[in-house]
């Protein structure tokens, strides 16, 4: 089956810990994007990245990092710097080759998200 | 990317079609407009997108008014499944930055 697999489905992080998230994808797309969402509210973009080795900060890339070492994989780490990490987070990825039409869509795929708690 | 802005929620009985507003005003010509909905606790799934002409596939319609400056999603027959958050978009096309969500309107769907 094609998709995007994260994992862990919920996690919970003690004070001060780095806890990292997995976002792997069989789809053979260039991009990954990480997203976190907040209850009643809409996605928020943490980080992106286009190609393996390069990645671009989003809207709220403070006290997280994220590594692009292969193409189907796109780990985030939610360091003791973010303050308020409860939120549940979502992984996504879309194609970038092709033709224009395939370019215009910016279609993105979206896996089941993590669920991270304080304790 | 332009400002969307949808009412927050909608109800709808269900097998009627269900119609979810979006206005857009600012869009500019080259940003598409795209639909997402996200199903209580799942990933946001893609629906449906356009750019000026009104579009159709299997799972919806997307209707967007001559100027442009708002769209309409049309489920044609609704069901309890479709109970939703549905996400207005609008965003160049091509490109690989993140997609902007904000609330959305949550569709309920009466059985």
């Known amino acids: 089956d094609g998709g995007i697999t994260q994992s862990p489905k919920y996690l919970f992080r003690k004070e001060g810990q780095n806890v990292t998230l997995s976002c792997e994808q069989n789809l053979n797309h260039d991009a990954m994007y990480w997203y976190r969402q907040d209850p009643g509210q809409g996605l928020r973009l943490i980080y992106y990245s286009q190609i393996v080795n390069d990645f671009q900060k989003g809207d709220i890339a403070e006290g997280y990092s994220v590594s692009r070492e292969k193409k189907e994989s796109f780990p985030l780490t939610v360091t003791s710097a973010q303050k308020n990490p409860t939120a549940f987070y979502l992984c996504a990825s879309s194609p970038l080759s092709g033709a224009g039409y395939y370019l215009a869509k910016n279609i993105q795929y979206f896996g089941a998200g993590t669920r991270l708690s304080v304790l | 990317d332009a400002k969307t802005t949808q009412p927050p929620s909608m109800d709808c009985a269900e097998g009627r079609a269900a119609n979810l507003p979006c206005n857009h005003s600012t869009i500019s010509g080259n940003e598409y407009v795209y639909w997402y909905r996200q199903i209580h606790s799942q990933g946001p799934q893609y629906i449906i997108h356009?750019?000026?002409n009104n579009e159709t596939n299997e799972m919806a319609s997307l209707i967007i008014t001559e100027d442009r400056k708002s769209s309409t999603l049309i489920l044609p027959h609704a069901t309890l499944r479709d109970t939703a958050v549905y996400y207005c978009i609008v965003k160049r096309g091509g490109g690989a930055d993140g997609l902007t969500f904000g609330k959305g309107t949550h569709l309920i769907i009466q059985p």
């Open positions: 356009g750019l000026k």
